[in-house]
């Protein structure tokens, strides 16, 4: 169940993201305070899942989730680039995260 809140977290983390950008810098202040809102919520919900999975397991799959999510989004909203380094950071991101699960 641990595992379930941290995708739940992550997926609230890439909204809060794209609705940071979506603000530009707090002029839309709509779309900013709903970034914050939703990344407490964020963080409420990954505090669950620490009851059944170590501190440091649960917040950097919750990291890496939330940065591949992120790349994503920007990748698909906003027509953003990522190159061969990204792409190979996302990997390394990824990996981190296999090689504190065994």
Known sequence: MGFIF??????LDVIANILLKKSDGFK??????GAIM???LAFVILSFALS????SIAYVTW???GILGTTLGGVLFF???IGKKG????ILSLSSVVLLHF
């Open 28 to 33: 839309s202040l709509g779309y900013g305070v």
């Open 87 to 90: 792409i190979c950071g996302l």
């Open 6 to 11: 941290i995708v739940i977290a992550a997926f």
């Open 79 to 81: 027509k953003e680039k």
């Open 63 to 65: 990291g890496a989730l």
């Open 52 to 55: 059944s999975i170590p501190l």
């Open 38 to 40: 939703i990344v407490l």
